[in-house]
C-alpha cells in the first residue's frame, strides 16, 4: 500500500487537540496546588511533565501512522517498542526528579493522564452533538 503526503499526518489534528486542551488542563492543575502555595517545583514539575506529554503524543501518533503501512506482525512489533520507550523516557523523567528534587515528581505525572481525559471528554461531546442533528 503507497502512502501519500496526505495520508502521512491524519493525527496530526487529534495531535494539536491533545497538545492544546492538554496545556489548558496543565495551567488549571497546576492553579489547584496553589492552595498549598506556591512552588517553582511545581512549576517546573508541569512543565516538564507538559513537555514529556507532549513529545511522548507526538512520537505516539507518528509511529501509528507508519505502523498502519506495515504488515500486521511488524506494525504489533513496532507498536510494543514505541510504547517501551515512552514508558522508560517517563521512568527516567520520574527518576531524575526523584534524585534531584529539582522538580515535583507528581508535577510530572499528572499532565500524563490528560491524553485520557481529553479523548474521553472529546468522544462525549461527539455523540452530542451527533444526536442533536
Do not use: H
Amino acid at each position: 500500500m503507497k502512502r501519500t503526503d496526505s495520508d502521512s499526518r491524519l493525527l496530526a489534528p487529534l495531535t494539536a487537540n491533545i497538545i492544546r486542551y492538554g496545556a489548558v488542563l496543565c495551567v488549571a492543575a497546576w492553579a489547584v496546588t496553589l492552595v498549598s502555595g506556591f512552588s517553582l517545583r511545581t512549576v517546573f514539575g508541569f512543565a516538564v511533565g507538559y513537555m514529556f506529554m507532549c513529545l511522548s503524543m507526538i512520537y505516539l501518533a507518528r509511529t501509528c501512522e507508519r505502523a498502519v503501512a506495515l504488515d500486521s506482525e511488524r506494525a504489533k512489533r513496532l507498536m510494543k517498542q514505541c510504547y517501551f520507550l515512552r514508558y522508560i523516557g517517563l521512568f527516567a523523567v520520574c527518576a531524575f526528579a526523584m534524585l534531584t528534587g529539582a522538580v515535583n515528581v507528581v508535577g510530572v505525572l499528572v499532565p500524563q493522564f490528560f491524553p485520557r481525559i481529553i479523548l474521553t471528554v472529546g468522544q462525549f461531546s461527539e455523540r452530542r452533538e451527533r444526536s442533536n442533528e
